[in-house]
């Protein structure tokens, strides 16, 4: 399969979720197991990683944006080590129903990402997720879509279903 743009979740996907609460600092960030083997295949595919997601924690007055940066300056670090670069990341720090709202499933940081590299191909992209708004998100977009089974009750029909980003990776290219 070739795929354009990957389009990664974080919590559930890339590190453990803190299901109740959220990832405030980067000593409470834990990579998932075989996730950056899977996001070094998936570098050698891809035309570019991005990551999406809510972060309602800021809206709530739980985190500063600082914080949330801070956590992603330091698994930006850890990925770039093993030789893994994500080419952006967009969050939504809004409450749910805010209006605006920019969270997943609305495809606001999609169309963003458009905006920042206008080459991407929503068509012949790839959204993973482990929620149903990460799938609707995706399906908003256009894009193919994976669900990485996790504890969240899911109820919305991804094009592919896996483990982790590992299972995912081999499930498209071996």
Known sequence: MVIDTLFLDRDGVINKRNFGGYIMDKSEFSFLPHCIEALQLFSKK???????????????????????????????????????????????????????DYRKPNPFMGRKAKEDFPSIL???????????????????????????????????????????LLDLYYTLYE
């Open 46 to 100: 891809v035309s570019r990683i991005i990551v999406i997601t809510n972060q309602q924690g800021i809206a709530k007055g739980l985190m500063t944006e600082a914080q949330l940066y801070d956590v992603h300056t330091f698994m930006l670090s850890e990925l770039e080590k093993m030789q893994v670069k994500i080419d952006a990341i967009y969050f939504a720090s809004n409450l749910k129903g805010a209006e605006p």
């Open 122 to 164: 929503f068509e012949e992209s790839l959204m993973v997720g482990d929620t149903d708004t990460d799938i609707q998100f995706g399906k908003n977009l256009g894009t193919k879509t994976a669900l990485v089974r996790s504890e969240e009750k899911t109820s919305e029909k991804a094009d592919f279903e896996v483990t982790n």
